[in-house]
């Protein structure tokens, strides 16, 4: 007679409340502010966060663990050493890498033998991701003070541009800061921030945001300025795993001496 999948070993067990369908011992499952579904691949908001302990149907209360042995004596499928991942079916775990061009690679675990995985789901933590504005237009050009070199932003409409790519294990974005180092004692000092992303075969404009006119906060010749850009990536499809952006930083307004220069900007994104 044909067994279910049964959990063994569970650590950081908890209980919550299950959503809108039933679920089955050994399912990856997330939070959805509310109560606890299938996770999804195909969607980084559905990350895994816990895996089911014991089946459990819609509405009822089930546990659920962050560790554990995944045990399928009938299956039989699985492979000693290989990485397993969350699936792009939901709720389902693959020894294959998702390969949709915006899926989440979240790993779960590994193969014991042919019958039981190790699953151990860390919790979400930072990742920095620096992107060199190295690509000056208009009249931007290289300077330096000291050790801090840049691009110097000396007129209306001068912009530097960079790119870079999020993690393929990417959630979500927590804040992004455009570095800068102040030439003169600014008056207004504006810029303006466009992001556009992408994936392969995708139109290169397809996805973008901006913010227009936002002030940089430190006005003092000499100084070093970090300006809060994170409004500039909230744009629909922009952080998404595996997205290849752009960054365009533009002088959106000056008066004579206003000048800055452009180092670079850190975004900080969460990564499972």
Known sequence: MASDPYVREAEGVFQGT?????????????FDATDWEKADATDMTKYAVAIVVNSVRSGETGLFCRRCRIVDVDAATYTQGDQYFLSA???????????????LKQILGFGLSTTELQIDIPPVREKMLWVDLCYPTGTATVSTDGDWGGKTFAADADSVHGTQVFPENCVGIEIAYLWLYIEDDLVTGNITVDVSAGVSDEA?????????????????????????????????????PGNHFGLDIAKASETSGDDFRAHGAAVIVKVV
């Open 204 to 240: 290169g404009t397809t996805t973008t945001d901006g913010i227009a006119s936002t002030a940089v906060p430190v006005t003092t010749a000499d100084d070093l300025c970090r300006v809060d850009i994170s409004a500039a990536f909230d744009g629909t499809g922009i952080v998404e």
């Open 18 to 30: 299950v959503g809108s369908t039933d679920l089955v011992a050994g399912m990856p499952v997330y």
């Open 89 to 103: 079916t939901a709720g389902a775990i693959t020894a294959t890498r998702p390969t949709g061009a915006s899926n």
